[in-house]
């Protein structure tokens, strides 16, 4: 994070708590460089794409969404913790416990503002998710 940049998750006491690991919203102080990434798909680096119904799940196209989101932040000079706001994409039919445990991991106790939405289809067929970020620092 810039050293004047300041992330605060705001959370007013006249609205409900969020439903999970995240904020209801960020406001974002001092910042001089922002991050948009396009939505970051399960492809690694040989093109391969983690068979969502394999043993792992989906828990394995996360792993590959956000070791990659993480590559992207970190050549942006950044942190995982300059991660303000994320807009998830699941297949219908997939569990999301496993994509919001390692969003968990990778984030820690940072909360971002954050969206899950269920869609019936991605652009790929192998693809069951998709997550787009923006940081500040």
């Known amino acids: 994070m810039s050293p004047t940049a300041v992330h605060r998750p705001l ?3 006249s609205l409900a708590p969020p439903a999970a690991n995240y904020a209801l919203a960020v406001a974002s102080e001092g910042v001089s460089r922002l991050l948009h990434t396009s939505g970051v798909v399960p492809t690694r680096p040989d093109g391969s794409v983690p068979d969502a119904d394999g043993p792992e799940g989906l828990a394995e196209q996360a792993e590959v969404v956000w ?7 970190g050549e942006a000079g950044m942190a995982m913790t300059d991660i303000v706001s994320i807009t998830t994409y699941v297949v219908v039919g997939y569990d999301l416990g496993p994509v919001m445990a ?10 971002s503002a954050s969206t899950l939405v ?20």
């Open 11 to 13: 959370a007013p006491e």
């Open 67 to 73: 070791s990659s989101i993480a590559a992207l932040v």
């Open 102 to 111: 390692v969003r968990d991991r990778y984030l820690g106790d940072h909360r």
């Open 118 to 137: 269920t869609v019936p289809a991605l652009a790929q067929d192998a693809w069951k998710m998709e997550i787009a970020v923006i940081a500040a620092a």
